[in-house]
């Protein structure tokens, strides 16, 4: 199972821009998938984060801005960033449970990371 994210870049603080992370490879099904992000010097955070059963959750410092949205017959992710403020800049990477076999256990995937960079 392989996640590619992208959708990263260079935007001016107030722009807006959309992240996706597409999954491949040998899927049965998906289930949670989170967005997370880490600026230099810091943990890495959650973002945000969707359940199969459309149940969301997002970091308060996103709450209002930025939209978590999932393609499950692409098996795909998206993160909406709307307002972008220079403290969103990190690299943003995805995370998803997938299950491979229908008898198999859901284990998690990472992506490789895209940068996001916020200028004031």
């Known amino acids: 199972v392989q996640l590619q994210a992208s959708g990263g870049g260079l935007v001016q603080a107030g722009g807006s821009l959309r992240l996706s992370c597409a999954a491949s490879?040998?899927?049965?099904?998906?289930?949670?998938v989170g967005w997370y992000r880490q600026a230099p010097g810091k943990e890495r955070e959650l973002v945000a984060s969707?359940?199969?059963?459309?149940?969301?959750n997002y970091a308060d410092s996103v709450k209002g801005r930025f939209t978590i949205s999932r393609d499950n017959a692409k098996n795909t992710v998206y993160l909406q960033m709307n307002s972008l403020k220079p403290e969103d800049t990190a690299v943003y990477y995805c995370?998803?449970?997938?299950?491979?076999?229908?008898?198999?256990?859901?284990?998690?995937?990472w992506g490789q990371g895209t940068q996001v960079t916020v200028s004031s």
């Open positions: 995370n998803a449970a997938v299950k491979t076999t229908g008898w198999g256990t859901f284990r998690g995937y």
């Open positions: 969707s359940t199969s059963g459309g149940s969301t």
């Open positions: 490879g040998s899927i049965f099904s998906i289930n949670a």
